[in-house]
């Protein structure tokens, strides 16, 4: 097999940060080659470079021996380079038809609406991948909506397909199918890039692999000649442990009592009674995949959604009906799960985001009155204790760099002593070093007996940091398991709405 | 202090270029603007009269200013200030003929109330609760409010209620006891200014040292983040236009109470729209406000002598206004830009895997 | 008195006409909103229009060049507009009430220094009023549809080509993508930002022409703010009627009947002044009551930056 691309030493930068680092990267023809690397390593700059969505500091990337110098997708594509992005770029409010054909319509001014459904159906028929070219995009489920990116790719002839973290919303069995589409492809001689940070999936799908970590390509190996301990080394560099070795505890009294929580919205039950314990001194983790009601059970917790019907507890009391503020007063704190929209105001200084929750209250406020001297001490009290940096307080919170805004945000909440700290994706996009930080904190909120609601979509996260797991899938709770006796299949299959007892 | 100045910079670049647009547009019409911005200047500052007229011009440009600049700190663009300062003007008025017997303060007080009361009513409750609970965008239907106030206005002088008797539709005049004394005699300088300058601190203080400050601008820079805060946001949307309606309307109560004495049946005072570029210009900043009025001011009673004298119409002013609000508006993005580079963020997240 | 009035025919004739310079402007909205650009400044450039207007047909003697002068000069400024916004990025409301006050003093300062102080030479040409043979003799729809003035029936065959334009051609589905997802539509190979200007350039078109309607069609002169907020109105019946040609001219008659009847119910004791606060009236009832949220293009308003 013949090589199509080649990637030679290519690099490219942002203000701050290396994205890529003399990066290589072969595909040939008829194969279907990975991309493994965690959050950051750097996947998805590379196949941007390849797409023309950004040009190359240095180095050359070639297709079928000619140098390419995109300076738009729009030459990617003519080039026959086609990519499925990891958020969809569909417009909801047109049709599967008019998705597909947007940017290379048939005709000259009048849009041939007929010719151009029949097109759509054709295709899809060829690919065996059938749709309803007259659907709204926006009705569509996450699976369906896929194909009709694929579907966009393959109007536009591509001969060299890539995927990006394309299983990261799918339901199993629409992973399933998705294998099975990859499968023919190659069959037809098409190559396939796609990128993962999921070991399990890049084993079962790939011919050959090509691991990143933090902007460097470290090596290509043949799927079939390599474990899953080899590839998780070279991603992460270091011996992998799996567990974070966390003190025993005797978890005490419950502090928050969720019982039989339905959360509605719009026209479906996103949350399906769900009832659980988290108990003081306890990291009680939820996992499970994007979308299957996680986040909105938290934001009924928190009291931003409203439920349905089912009880909420906080140490013996009903909060069911307690607005945010009053739950916030009973001691919930919340570290949403995006911290620019939620968690900050990013054109507030330091000291008035670290105010945030408390900023109307003695000896924030008094008489209506805001206290700068007290205000700016607790800023610089807590900025030392979260090694917030730069150490200014009067900067605002919009020229930190992510992982120093997330430590504003998780000092504020810690710091007002709440009895249960809901902690919503924490360390999403955050380097090494802060993530580190972040998990020895909760750790240590663990150690002082307070009670922890950590929701992640890290499954290594959930498993080194949690006592117990539950798994959510659809709205319902799976199952709850013990922290340090599962294993990652089972909570696999638990993600993906299989029970457990029925695999015997 | 170093963030003051460079608060002033980008208006004063703003002014400047303006005034060399304004001049090279004179040229091209076959003016000179050396005479034209001569009289323009001597106009507004030359004499005690001139410059008392300007401060005083400039009165309910601060008010009906911090009136816009509060609402645009809440996120919300008030362009209907013009339709407030006149249901501002009505009331005090009214108040000012039709009460008697009381001492000028409490009259003056209680007119000033009402009339800010009115106007403050005038805008929170029809755009305020469409905004904070339709989310019916409050450029329009200020705007509506203004020309319904307008409306009003003239129904009121022309065979209504307020009318005096007579040919010219007037309202009567107010009683000397709700008169503002000058500070300057033969001008129309008022204690107004004293108020408007009070406005201004007490609007500084409001937003700045209280919790009440705090909400409406956690409200107007990330309403999402507020509300998950515990700031109850549609409350503080219609307070925030509430507030901004009430100063607009307090512009118009001065007006008539320091200098006209009595409602005259006009189409616009022109001090709305301007008003908006004042807060622009001056940044939201309520001390900024008080600086970009007496440019204005300035325009104003500078523009009648400049026509007289070297025959360029005064409209050109309004062109200088104009041309001053793109180039702030464009200078916010030179800055952000400038800030970031220094900054060294990328401009827009890169959406890493 | 209400039924007498509404069984006059110049009522329904004078809403078509009343309608006809909040309906093009609505319709030049819809254009640079559906591809994503949020446009307030209508009611400046009907003043842009309505100025030059006068000024080109005065000076070549021809109403038509007036008209075609007045068009070029609305496609400028909202060139101009396009690009503070577009491609610098400026928050596009304020910018928007920019051009309507520099649009303001502008059209003023040049009445004043140009044509003096009493106002647009009486003699300027205007567009003519057609009267369409056999239709004008039916009754009753006779005077409505058959005689207006021929910007009437330019807006009538505009609002239909508009339609056309946006739903059955490639070109309006490229600049609804990009009004809806500029990121997709980027990926997709589309020139986003010059289809932004495309929509604004052809928005700020129509608006002028709404501004010619008035000084060259209703009346043949200019005056200052003459538009008299119908720019903002014109704002109201474009979200009223859903961002669509066809429901922008139904809100714009609903807006012209309201005028219209303010004229006619006049002279029998009702206050004129009450009378005309009805448009603005209905404009805040539109907005809140019966329309409320509904979806305008969903990247209406964002600044479009590319991760370049």
């Known amino acids: 097999m013949r090589t199509c691309l080649e990637v030679r030493n290519v690099t490219k930068s942002f203000p701050g940060v290396i994205a890529n680092n003399q990066v290589n990267l072969d595909v040939r023809e008829g194969e279907i080659h990975a991309i493994l690397g965690e959050n950051g390593a750097g996947k998805s700059t590379l196949v941007k470079l390849i797409y023309g969505l950004y040009k190359p500091d240095s180095g050359s990337i070639r297709l079928y021996d000619q140098e390419l110098n995109f300076s738009s997708p729009r030459q990617a594509i003519q080039a026959g380079i086609g990519m499925v992005h990891q958020h969809f770029m569909l417009i909801p409010a047109l049709t599967v038809a008019e998705n597909i054909v947007l940017g290379a319509e048939p005709g000259r001014i009048h849009y041939r609406r007929k010719e151009n459904v029949e097109m759509v159906r054709q295709l899809a028929k060829q690919y065996h991948m059938e749709i309803d070219p007259n659907a709204k995009v926006g009705d569509l489920t996450v699976g369906l909506q896929q194909r009709v990116e694929i579907l966009k790719v393959f109007y536009r002839k591509a001969k060299l397909l890539i995927l990006d973290e394309p299983t990261a919303m799918l339901t199993p069995q629409e992973v399933g199918e998705l294998i099975l589409v990859m499968e023919r492809l190659r069959s037809q001689g098409i190559p396939i890039i796609f990128i993962s940070h999921k070991l399990d999936e890049v084993k079962r799908i790939s011919d050959r692999i090509t691991v990143m970590r933090a902007g460097k390509t470290v090596d290509t190996v043949e799927t079939k000649s390599t474990t899953p301990q080899e590839l998780a080394n070279a991603m992460v560099g270091r011996e992998v442990v799996l567990h974070v070795s966390k003190p025993p505890q005797l978890p005490g009294e419950p502090v928050l009592e969720v019982e039989d929580i339905v959360v509605s919205s719009d026209r479906n039950e996103k949350v399906k009674g769900v009832s659980f314990q988290i108990r003081r001194g306890e990291i009680f983790g939820l996992a499970g995949i994007d979308g299957n009601g996680q986040f909105e059970l938290i934001e009924a917790i928190t009291g931003l959604r409203p439920c349905k019907s089912g009880r909420i507890r906080l140490l013996g009391n009903d909060i069911s009906s307690y607005s945010v503020a009053r739950r916030t007063k009973a001691g919930i704190a919340y570290i949403p799960q995006d911290r620019q929209l939620d968690g900050l105001v990013m054109d507030f200084e330091l000291t008035e985001n670290f105010v945030l929750r408390d900023f109307f209250k003695p000896p924030f406020a008094r008489g209506g009155q805001m206290q700068k001297k007290t205000i700016e001490d607790y800023a610089t009290r807590l900025s030392e204790a979260f090694d917030v940096r730069p150490r200014q307080i009067h900067a605002l919170a919009r020229n930190l760099s992510g992982g120093n805004q997330q430590k504003v945000i998780l000092a504020r909440e810690v710091s007002r002593n709440p009895e249960l700290l809901i902690a919503a994706q924490p360390t999403r996009g955050l380097d090494v070093g802060a993530i580190q930080f972040i998990h020895n904190k909760l750790l240590e909120l663990r150690a002082a007996g307070k009670a922890i609601l950590l929701v992640s979509l890290e499954l290594d996260e959930i498993m080194s940091l949690s006592d117990r797991i539950g798994v959510i899938h659809a709205g319902r709770l799976m199952a709850i398991l013990p922290g340090g006796q599962v294993t990652r299949e089972q909570i696999g299959l638990l993600m993906t709405g299989v029970d457990l007892k029925e695999e015997g | 202090m170093q963030k003051t100045i460079e608060g002033l910079v980008t208006p004063f670049v703003a002014i400047v270029i303006a005034l060399l647009i304004g001049a090279v547009v004179m040229l091209v019409t076959g003016n000179n603007p050396v005479t034209a911005y001569g009289a323009l200047f001597s106009g507004a500052f030359g004499s005690t009269v001139n410059m008392s007229n300007t401060l005083a011009n400039a009165i309910p440009l601060i008010l009906s200013g911090l009136g816009v600049a509060i609402g645009f700190k809440a996120g919300l663009f008030n362009i209907g200030a013009e339709g407030q300062y006149w249901i501002g003007s009505m009331a005090a008025v009214w108040i000012g003929y039709s009460v008697q017997g009381l001492p000028p303060i409490l009259h003056i007080s209680l007119c000033i109330i009402v009339g800010m009361l009115a106007a403050g009513l005038w805008a929170g409750i029809i755009p305020g609760l469409a905004k904070a609970f339709v989310g019916a965008h409050e450029v329009i239907t200020t705007m509506m409010m203004s020309y319904i106030a307008i409306f009003l206005s003239h129904y009121m002088l022309e065979n209504g209620p307020m009318m005096q008797a007579g040919f010219t539709p007037q309202s009567p005049v107010i009683l000397p006891s709700a008169t503002l004394g000058k500070i300057v005699e033969r001008t129309q300088l008022s204690w107004g200014l004293a108020i408007a300058l009070v406005a201004c601190v007490v609007v500084y203080w409001l937003l700045y040292k209280t919790t009440l400050g705090y909400r409406l601008r956690a409200v107007g820079l990330n309403a999402r983040a507020a509300s998950y805060a515990g700031i109850n946001v549609p409350f503080h949307l219609v307070l925030a236009l509430f507030i901004s309606g009430m100063l607009a309307g307090l512009a118009g109560a001065v007006q008539m109470l320091g200098v006209q004495h009595r409602l005259y049946d006009s189409f616009s005072s022109g001090y709305g729209f301007t008003a908006i570029v004042v807060a622009l210009l001056a940044n939201n900043n309520p001390f900024g406000v008080i600086l970009a009025s007496i440019f204005f001011a300035s325009l104003s009673t500078g523009g009648q002598s400049m026509q007289l004298v070297s025959g360029v119409p005064a409209h050109l002013t309004d062109v200088i206004s104009g041309i001053i609000i793109f180039l702030v508006a464009t200078k916010d993005i030179v800055q952000m830009v400038q800030k970031r580079w220094r900054k060294r963020q990328p401009l827009a997240p890169v959406k890493e895997a | ?308």
């Not at chain 3, 520099?102 to 009486?122: C, E, Q, S, V």
């Not at chain 3, 065959?157 to 051609?169: D, E, M, N, Q, R």
């Open chain 3, 1 to 308: 008195m209400l039924w007498d009035a509404l069984m006059r025919p110049d009522l329904w004739a004078a809403t078509l006409a009343m309608a006809t310079p909040i309906a093009l402007p609505a319709l030049g909205g819809t254009f640079s909103e559906r591809s994503g650009v949020v446009n307030i400044a209508m009611e400046g450039i009907m003043l842009i229009g309505a100025f030059f207007g006068v000024l080109f047909s005065y000076y070549t003697n021809s109403a038509w060049l007036g008209l075609l002068g007045a068009l070029l000069m609305g496609a400028l400024i909202s060139a101009l507009f396009a690009y503070v916004t577009v491609t610098l990025g400026a928050d596009q409301v304020v910018v928007g009430m920019g051009v309507n006050i520099f649009a303001a003093g502008l059209t003023a300062f040049m009445l004043n220094t140009i044509f003096g102080y009493g106002g647009t030479p009486r003699e300027t040409p205007a567009l003519p009023n057609i009267t369409i043979p056999g239709l004008s003799d039916i009754p009753f729809v006779g005077p409505v549809l058959g005689s207006q003035n021929i910007v009437v029936y330019l807006m009538l065959a505009l609002v239909v080509a508009s339609h056309y334009f946006l739903f059955h051609t490639n070109l309006g589905l490229r600049i609804r993508a990009v009004g809806e997802n500029p990121q997709a539509a980027d990926t997709a190979g589309l020139n986003v930002p010059g289809l932004r200007y495309l929509g604004v350039i052809i928005g700020g078109m129509f608006s002028s022409l709404g501004g010619v309607y008035l000084a060259l069609g209703l009346l043949n002169s200019f005056e200052i703010n003459m538009s008299g907020g119908r720019g903002y109105i014109a704002l109201a019946a474009m979200i009223f009627g859903k961002w669509t040609p066809f429901g922008s001219l139904g809100a714009a008659l609903m807006f012209g009947f309201a005028m219209a009847l303010s004229m006619i119910l006049q002279g029998g004791g009702v206050s004129s002044n009450i009378i005309q606060m009805l448009p603005y009236a209905l404009t805040i009832l539109a907005l809140t009551g019966l329309v409320g949220r509904s979806t305008a293009p969903a990247a209406d308003g964002i600044p479009y930056n590319p991760n370049k």
